[in-house]
C-alpha cells in the first residue's frame, strides 16, 4: 500500500514539474532583465478590434493598457529621430509601427492622442494588399505632432535579394515618397527585418539617421547599431503580463 502511495506520488510530482516547466517555457523568464533606464524600442504593426490571421494586430484596449503600462513606468515617448538625437536620456520609449496601415489612424491615433503618446510609422507606398494609409490621414497624423513618418522601402521587399542598385533605389526612393508627403524622412525600417552590412551602409548613405530591425532585444543605441536597432516584440494577444515581460527582457516568448 506504501509503495503505491509513493509511487502515485512521485507520478504526480513529475506531471507537476512538467506542467510548470511548460508554463515557464512559453514566456522568457530566463533572459536577463534589462536596466529600465534603457530605451525601449517597441515593434508593432496594426491596431484592430478584429482579430487577424497573422496574429499582428492588437485590439485597442490592448494597445492602450501598453501605453498605460509605460506612462505607469514613467516613460517619456519619443519619435525615433528624437530617441537617437538624445539616445543617453534615461526612461524612453519609441513606438514604431511597421507597413503604414489604415488602421493606424483608425484605432492608434485616437489613443495616441488621448495619451500624448509619440509614435513612428514607416511607410511603404507601394506595397501590395493592405490597407494603406492615405496621404490626408498621414498629413493629419504628421501635424498633429506626435507622428513622424520614416520609410520601410518602395514595394516592401526583401533588400537581400535585390542587387545593390535595385536595393538603393528601394531605399532612396521610399525616402523621397515620404519626404514629399510630409517634408522629411530619416528613419528606416528593413523589410521583413532582412539586411546585411551593405544596406546599413546604404541606408546610412541615404541620410537616414537610424534604421530599425526585428532583432527581439533591448540594447543601449551607439553607433555600432544606430542602423541595426534592435526592438520588443509585442503580439496581439499578448496579456498585461506577456507586455511586462516583453518590456523589461526584449521578447516574452522564445
Ligand atoms: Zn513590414
Request: a positive charge; aromatic letters at 10%.
Amino acid at each position: 500500500m506504501t509503495l503505491v502511495f509513493i509511487f502515485l506520488y512521485v507520478i504526480f510530482g513529475i506531471l507537476g514539474l512538467v506542467i510548470i516547466l511548460f508554463a515557464l517555457g512559453r514566456h522568457t523568464f530566463w533572459l536577463p532583465i534589462r536596466d529600465r533606464k534603457l530605451p525601449r524600442l517597441v515593434m508593432l504593426h496594426q491596431v484592430t478590434p478584429h482579430e487577424l490571421p497573422s496574429g499582428m494586430n492588437m485590439p485597442p484596449e490592448r494597445f492602450e493598457r501598453l501605453l498605460q503600462i509605460l506612462q505607469k513606468q514613467g516613460r517619456t515617448f519619443v519619435t525615433m529621430s528624437e530617441l537617437v538625437s538624445h539616445p543617453m536620456t534615461p526612461y524612453q520609449v519609441a513606438l514604431t509601427f511597421d507597413d503604414g496601415f489604415a488602421d493606424n489612424y483608425h484605432y492608434a491615433f485616437p489613443l495616441l492622442k488621448k495619451y500624448q503618446a509619440k509614435a513612428t510609422i514607416y511607410l511603404a507606398p507601394d506595397i501590395p494588399v493592405i490597407d494603406k494609409l492615405q496621404h490626408s490621414q498621414i498629413l493629419e497624423m504628421a501635424e498633429s505632432g506626435l507622428i513622424e513618418f520614416g520609410a520601410h522601402s518602395v514595394n516592401h521587399v526583401n533588400l537581400t535579394k535585390l542587387d545593390d542598385t535595385q536595393a538603393i533605389q528601394e531605399i532612396e526612393q521610399s525616402r523621397d515618397a515620404v519626404q514629399r508627403i510630409v517634408g522629411s524622412c530619416r528613419s528606416f525600417a528593413y523589410p521583413y527585418g532582412r539586411f546585411d552590412e551593405r544596406h546599413e551602409k546604404m541606408v546610412e548613405a541615404a541620410g537616414f539617421t537610424s534604421a530599425v530591425s526585428t532583432r527581439k532585444k533591448i540594447e543601449p543605441i551607439s553607433s555600432a547599431n544606430i542602423f541595426r536597432l534592435p526592438r520588443v516584440s509585442t503580439h496581439g494577444k499578448m496579456s498585461a503580463v506577456q507586455m511586462r515581460i516583453a518590456l523589461a527582457r526584449g521578447r516574452y516568448r522564445i
